[in-house]
């Protein structure tokens, strides 16, 4: 039985609510956390099912050896740590154990990009997406609003396929009502616009894009902007038809460039249609300690930035 995403008041809620809904038809279900229960809220997993809750301590590449023999005995095993950690920490155990054996395993990377804030730049993934890229089979997915995020766990569980789902822990914002269709593997487009096509993916960036739209049509530009909910596999489709339809193509992540989603998307369409891009990522640049708010200035991940970053594709 799926919940309204909407009773949930931070991610991490509605991450673990739908692993905990999912659970309630599916005795195969288990969660493994690396001591940071009270950190994403599996504690409510394991008060509805202890006996399939597993705390493996700090020992995250372990965590992952454990998953994977759970997986090839027939479970289900959805496991979670901070987002550095589950990709870079665990990368071997991920590739080898659960990729090269093809097993299904669920992992769950938490603040992901700046959005570490106060944990500063060890704590900062800006290489995951390109890390998961490089494991054969991996579905990679960083939703925008609690309701995407709640939904698309359910769809990449049914998929029965091993993922990444990255995710803030704090906070949370709606950008779709209860009825919205979501599908794994088609992004949305949020405004369709003739100009310049913004492809945004998460919530912090597909916040700010939604912010650049507004600045652009006050300034008589026509934006398109696109919610890449699904970042693996990609929604090729979408991304031809409005690259096609603006001729310039801006990406806007909350990573790094080298193997993430500006560079997955400009080497599809250097195949099938060249067009005018930008993009907006950290560059070389590691992370470093401060609020959300300082850091988006740092990084230029504000909806200004994005704005003029797509006037100026729009000239060139």
């Given at each position: 039985m799926k919940r309204d995403a909407h009773e949930f008041s931070h991610f991490r809620?509605?991450?673990?609510?739908?692993?905990?809904?999912?659970?309630?038809n599916d005795d195969r279900v288990v969660f493994l956390d690396s001591d940071l229960s009270s950190c994403i809220g599996s504690t409510a997993f394991q008060k509805a099912y202890p006996d399939r809750f597993f705390n493996v301590g700090i020992a995250e590449a372990n965590m992952v050896g454990v998953a994977a023999g759970m997986a090839s005995a027939g479970m289900t095993p959805f496991i979670h740590s901070f987002g550095c950690f589950?990709?870079?920490r665990d990368y071997d155990q991920?590739?080898?154990?659960?990729?090269?054996t093809g097993q299904t395993v669920h992992v769950i990377g938490s603040d992901p990009g700046i959005t570490a804030q106060y944990n500063g730049g060890t704590h900062m993934p800006f290489e995951d997406i390109a890390l998961f890229r490089q494991i054969p089979g991996f579905v990679i997915v960083e939703p925008s609003d609690g309701v995407s995020l709640y939904e698309l766990v359910w769809q990449i569980y049914e998929k029965g396929q091993s993922s990444y789902i990255r995710t803030p822990r704090k906070g949370i914002n709606f950008r779709y009502g209860a009825d919205q269709?979501?599908?794994l593997g088609k992004g949305i487009?949020?405004?369709?616009?003739k100009d310049v096509a913004i492809i945004a993916t998460g919530a912090l960036m597909v916040d700010e894009a939604v912010g650049a739209q507004k600045i652009l049509k006050e300034k008589g530009i026509d934006a398109t902007v696109v919610d890449l909910h699904t970042i693996r596999p990609l929604d090729t489709e979408l991304i031809e038809k409005v690259a096609a339809r603006c001729s310039r193509v801006l990406v806007c992540e909350n990573g790094r460039y080298a193997g993430g989603v500006g560079e997955m998307i400009a080497g599809h369409l250097a195949k099938?249609?060249?067009?005018?891009?930008?993009?907006?990522?950290?560059g070389e640049r590691f992370g470093e300690v401060g609020n959300l708010s300082y850091l988006k200035n740092a990084f230029g991940f504000t909806a200004e930035n994005i704005a003029a970053k797509a006037e100026g594709l729009i000239k060139a």
């Open positions: 809620d509605a991450v673990t609510g739908a692993i905990i809904d999912i659970a309630k589950s990709s870079r991920l590739f080898i154990s659960v990729g090269y269709k979501f599908e487009e949020l405004f369709d616009g099938t249609n060249p067009v005018k891009m930008d993009f907006l990522n950290v």
